[in-house]
Structures are given as structure tokens and as C-alpha cells.
Nanobody, 129 residues
Framework: QVQLEESGGGSVQAGGSLTLSCAVS????????MAWFRQAPGKEREFVAA????????YHVDSVKGRFTISGDNAKNTVYLQMNSLKPEDTAVYYC??????????????????????WGQGTQVTVSS
């Protein structure tokens, strides 16, 4: 059983910062990549950022580029999302997810939530103006 546990969400004012963490536990092959998604009320789940297992490759969507940074700590089986300069439109439930089927996209991430194998329970981020 693979488990992903997110933490670090909360409420901040616009311009503030938060760091999300996602710890992976359980039996899983070491060859997996990770990503963060978010889902705002009434909207579909949206891809935010991804990091390869090695940590050498990362990808961020344009809406968060320059403000958010994804990183991973292999020794701790943990992935982070450092979020700076937060905006009210960043308000959402943030989910971490594991991606192993790289043949689906040809690379270490997919922007489609259905391609991911395991999910955390989500952590709420609320940004007030």
C-alpha cells in the first residue's frame, strides 16, 4: 500500500509564502516521479509542477513559473512545493501525485490527472486579497 501525505497548507494574505510537503511511504518501486496538482472550487484538477525522480528535471506551468518551485528529497521520499508571491487565484486544494507510466507521455510527467497512479488526500491553500 502506497501512501502520500501532504502538509503545509494554510491561509495567507496575497504576496505571502507557503511550503507544501508530500511524504511517500509504503511499497513502491524506486523509479517514480512526482507532481503537484490543484483544484479550485467548481474547477477541474489542474497540473502545477513536476519533478523527476533524480531531481535534476523540473517543470512548472506558466501561471506559477517564477513564483513556485518544486523539489524532491530522495533520502526522505518527500517532495516540496515552495510557493512565493501567492495570489488569490492560487486558492485551491493542492494534491501531490506519483507518476510511473512514463510511456503515456514520453517524459517524467503528464499534465493529465488520470495518468497518475497514487494521490494524497490534499491540503487546502487559501490566499486572501
Amino acid at each position: 500500500q502506497v501512501q502520500l501525505e501532504e502538509s503545509g497548507g494554510g491561509s495567507v494574505q496575497a504576496g505571502g509564502s507557503l511550503t507544501l510537503s508530500c511524504a511517500v511511504s509504503g511499497r513502491i518501486s524506486s523509479n517514480f516521479n512526482m507532481a503537484w496538482f490543484r483544484q479550485a472550487p467548481g474547477k477541474e484538477r489542474e497540473f502545477v509542477a513536476a519533478v523527476s525522480r533524480s531531481g535534476r528535471s523540473t517543470y512548472h506551468v506558466d501561471s506559477v513559473k517564477g513564483r513556485f518551485t518544486i523539489s524532491g528529497d530522495n533520502a526522505k521520499n518527500t517532495v516540496y512545493l515552495q510557493m512565493n508571491s501567492l495570489k488569490p487565484e492560487d486558492t485551491a486544494v493542492y494534491y501531490c501525485a506519483i507518476f510511473t507510466r512514463t510511456y503515456l507521455s514520453g517524459t517524467y510527467y503528464s499534465t493529465r490527472s488520470k495518468d497518475y497512479d497514487y494521490w494524497g488526500q490534499g491540503t487546502q491553500v487559501t490566499v486572501s486579497s
